[in-house]
T-cell receptor
Framework: DTGVSQNPRHKITKRGQNVTFRCDPI?????LYWYRQTLGQGPEFLTY????????KSRLLSDRFSAERPKGSFSTLEIQRTEQGDSAMYLC???????????????FGPGTRLTVT | EDKVVQSPLSLVVHEGDTVTLNCSYE??????LLWYKQEKKAPTFLFML????IEKKSGRLSSILDKKELSSILNITATQTGDSAIYLC????????????FGTGTLLAVQP
């Protein structure tokens, strides 16, 4: 399977615990995005990487959230001291991002559904 | 504030019907508009539209962008139960990140 993959697919945690999610983008894609989606809403942008550089973070990304893409390949998203309001689907997307045409299309992974109890 | 608005919020049709989903946007910068289909999983890419008036077509689905009216429509002809999903519209504002601004989606239910 050469699509975007995410692990784990589901995570249930207790409030106050830390969680980490992983995203493996399509191999030739240098752009990687994290989005969060809650029930009845469209995905909301969280953060963006071009290769290993994190170039933009949303105001939605509080200090408890941190993301990395250490070698410009896979990425991790960590949430510290989880709160019930963090319960959502966390989606990762990647794109090629070369000049012109269809290379800006973003392809999404299956998501990690987080439930904070 | 940038926003993308989709209508209707939900729609119930019978197999064989034709449906039209609407998307309008107000953004400071515009590069392209994208349509995604979302079932009980991640959004799957349908179309990317950058030029006004040029229809993109894939099987029974088609879409067109009107940059003057800041809107797009997604048409589905001869609907099937497998078309039941949430259809998401998103705008790529371009710039350095090409982050997407999504609407809340249209929930389509196709009854047999």
């Amino acid at each position: 399977d050469t699509g975007v993959s995410q692990n784990p697919r589901h995570k249930i945690t207790k409030r106050g615990q830390n969680v980490t999610f992983r995203c493996d983008p399509i191999s030739e894609h240098n752009r990687l995005y994290w989005y969060r989606q809650t029930l009845g809403q469209g995905p909301e942008f969280l953060t963006y990487f071009q290769n290993e550089a994190q170039l933009e973070k949303s105001r939605l990304l509080s200090d408890r959230f941190s993301a990395e893409r250490p070698k410009g390949s896979f990425s991790t998203l960590e949430i510290q001291r989880t709160e019930q309001g963090d319960s959502a689907m966390y989606l990762c997307a990647s794109s090629q991002g070369l000049a012109g045409g269809s290379s800006y299309e973003q392809y999404f992974g299956p998501g990690t559904r987080l439930t904070v109890t | 504030e940038d926003k993308v608005v989709q209508s209707p919020l939900s729609l119930v049709v019978h197999e064989g019907d034709t449906v039209t989903l609407n998307c309008s946007y107000e953004v400071t910068n515009f590069r392209s508009l994208l349509w995604y289909k979302q079932e009980k999983k991640a959004p799957t890419f349908l179309f990317m539209l950058t030029s006004s008036g040029i229809e993109k077509k894939s099987g029974r689905l088609s879409s067109i962008l009107d940059k003057k009216e800041l809107s797009s429509i997604l048409n589905i002809t001869a609907t099937q139960t497998g078309d039941s999903a949430i259809y998401l519209c998103a705008v790529d504002r371009g710039g350095a990140t090409n982050k997407l601004i999504f609407g809340t989606g249209t929930l389509l239910a196709v009854q047999p």
